[in-house]
């Protein structure tokens, strides 16, 4: 069975600085995709960046990118230039070929003026 | 405009009561799915369809019953509803092939009396 986790249940930052979420999976997949989800108040679930296992580029989404770990089992985002739009609920997911999505715990984060 | 629609977004009924909520995409995505969000906002899948046929049944009770008249609809009923059925249902889709990111609903917050 796959498990995500993320260590991080509350975390805040400033406008206009950077902010990383950390993400840990396990999974005895090789081939398996990696997802971080946004929801804000709004309760909207909202895709944010996706990674492919098989490549070891870290994905990029304009001011969201991942650093992806494989051997580490890591899947971090950061976020630059935060913005007030950017308070939300995170959710780092894991997808396999069973054509499962694995939620991790979510990480809330405050983006203050 | 809206790619996956869920009605209705607030349910507020007794115990007991049979209610369904109904979940329709026009993506033309293959694979369907529903979700439940506890107050903890834990994501547990429950449901997956595709093209009209059950490929995950996670441990429900089976109160809970997917229908799916095509493959741009799925929808769920529950029976004898129980207090501990409050949380906010999503629905979902996907495409085949890819990265198979999912795209939600807005979610129908459900709440039991």
């Known amino acids: 069975a796959q498990t995500v986790t993320q260590s991080q249940p509350e975390m805040s930052v400033q406008e206009a600085e950077t902010v990383t979420l950390s993400c840990t999976y396990d999974t005895s997949e090789s081939n398996y995709y990696l997802f971080w989800y946004k929801q804000p108040p709004s309760r909207q679930m909202i895709l944010v960046i996706r990674?492919?296992?098989?490549?070891?580029q870290n994905a990029t989404e304009n001011r969201f990118s991942v650093n992806f770990q494989k051997a580490a089992k890591s899947f971090s985002l950061k976020i630059s230039d935060s913005q007030l739009g950017d308070t939300a609920m995170y959710f780092c997911v894991s997808y396999n070929a069973g054509n499962m999505l694995t939620f991790g715990g979510g990480t809330r984060l405050m983006v203050k003026p | 405009d809206t790619a996956v629609s869920q009605t209705p977004k607030y349910l507020v009924t007794q115990m007991g009561n049979d209610k369904s909520i109904k979940c329709e995409q026009n993506?033309?995505?293959?694979?369907m799915y529903w979700y439940k969000q506890d107050s903890k906002k834990f994501l547990k899948i429950m449901f997956s369809y595709n093209n009209k046929e059950l490929i995950i049944n996670e441990t429900v009770p089976n109160r809970f019953s997917p229908k799916s008249p095509d493959k741009a609809h799925l929808n769920l009923h529950i029976n004898s509803l129980e207090l501990g059925d409050s949380a906010v249902y999503f629905c979902a889709s996907s495409r085949p092939g890819g990265p198979r990111a999912q795209y939600f609903g807005p979610g129908t917050r459900l709440l039991v009396l």
């Open positions: 990674q492919e296992a098989y490549k070891q």
């Open positions: 993506l033309g995505h293959d694979t």
